[in-house]
Nanobody, 124 residues
Framework: QVQLVESGGGLVQAGGSLRLSCAASGRTFKSDAMGWFRQAPGKEREFVAALSWRTGGTLYADSVKGRFVISRENDRNLVYLQMNTLKPEDTAVYHC?????????????????WGQGTQVTVSS
């Protein structure tokens, strides 16, 4: 089993920055795909960013490209999402996910494990 715990969410003004962290524990050695998704109130969960543990390759949603950066710290099993120039429409619960398939992966079905999420609220 794999456990994922997100942290770093909070309230920030538009234009500000936050860094989310995702700590992975358990049987992570089979996993390569790592991703961040978000779900705003009344909306479906959507892809934000993804990477491959092995290669470091990354993919981003168009809505966050140029503002968000996903990165990893392999020896500590940590994945980060640096969020800059935040907008009110970035307000959502952010979830990290891990999958055993080769990453990066943009679709939810490619992931096997999910964290509980951390709330990000951007005020205008």
């Amino acid at each position: 089993q794999v456990q994922l715990v997100e942290s770093g969410g909070g309230l920030v003004q538009a234009g500000g920055s936050l860094r989310l962290s995702c700590a992975a524990s358990g049987r992570t050695f089979k996993s390569d795909a790592m991703g961040w998704f978000r779900q705003a109130p009344g909306k479906e969960r959507e892809f934000v960013a993804a990477l491959s543990w092995r290669t470091g390759g990354t993919l981003y949603a168009d809505s966050v490209k140029g503002r968000f950066v996903i990165s990893r710290e392999n020896d500590r099993n940590l994945v980060y999402l640096q969020m800059n120039t935040l907008k009110p429409e970035d307000t959502a619960v952010y979830h990290c996910a891990m999958g055993n398939r080769r990453g990066p992966i943009t679709y939810e079905g490619g992931y096997d494990y999910w964290g509980q999420g951390t709330q990000v609220t951007v005020s205008s």
